[in-house]
T-cell receptor, first 113, second 113 residues
């Protein structure tokens, strides 16, 4: 599906534990993004990357970190998971940024208990 | 603060009739607007877009209208089909800065056969 995969698709974790979500692309796109989707909030940007080792914060970055050591992989880490981070997480890729649209992965449903 | 707003969480339309989904934005720097469609358990997929230099863009059954003075855009679907039932997200970006997409909260469209 446009060469973007997210893993895992579903995860249940305990409060206080670290969690890492993975996004992998085969399109060689420069830009990668992590969004979370919550009822009443739509899609909100957590972090994004504009190249290898180049990342920046989005609207809701507190409690999250990211890393991009290779063009194809963008990792999202919840340093110490909280119940408020229960959400559906989407990764997206773009060749040239927002004006050219994004391609989204299928999402990861994360539940923090 | 939500820069892109979709004030109708849901909309129901009879098959064959017109569906009109609305979106408002607050940031006057936005110059590119997109609509995404999302089915359950899938990532959002691109539907149609419009640049701020235009006031209308049409693609088959889908037409997006932009009113820059009102900071308002709408998506028209004619005729509506049951397969159009999904959540629709409006998104906007600005060429300046990070050029990220900002999303609305979504409107759930139900097309009744």
């Amino acid at each position: 599906d446009a060469g973007i995969t997210q893993s895992p698709r579903h995860k249940v974790t305990e409060t206080g534990t670290p969690v890492t979500l993975r996004c992998h692309q085969t399109e060689n796109h420069r830009y990668m993004y992590w969004y979370r989707q919550d009822p009443g909030h739509g899609l909100r940007l957590i972090h994004y990357s504009y190249g290898v080792k180049d990342t920046d914060k989005g609207e809701v970055s507190d409690g999250y970190s990211v890393s991009r050591s290779k063009t194809e992989d963008f990792l999202l880490t919840l340093e110490s998971a909280t119940s408020s981070q229960t959400s559906v997480y989407f990764c997206a890729i773009s060749e040239n940024g927002g004006n050219y649209g994004y391609t989204f992965g299928s999402g990861t449903r994360l539940t923090v208990v | 603060d939500q820069q892109v707003k979709q004030n109708s969480p849901s909309l129901s339309v009879q098959e064959g009739r017109i569906s009109i989904l609305n979106c408002d934005y607050t940031n006057s720097m936005f110059d590119y607007f997109l609509w995404y469609k999302k089915y359950p358990a899938e990532g959002p997929t691109f539907l149609i877009s419009i640049s701020s230099i235009k006031d209308k863009n049409e693609d088959g059954r889908f037409t997006v209208f932009l009113n820059k003075s009102a900071k308002h855009l709408s998506l028209h679907i004619v005729p509506s089909q049951p397969g159009d039932s999904a959540v629709y997200f409006c998104a906007a970006s600005a060429r300046t800065g990070a050029n990220n997409l900002f999303f609305g909260t979504g409107t759930r469209l139900t097309v009744i056969p």
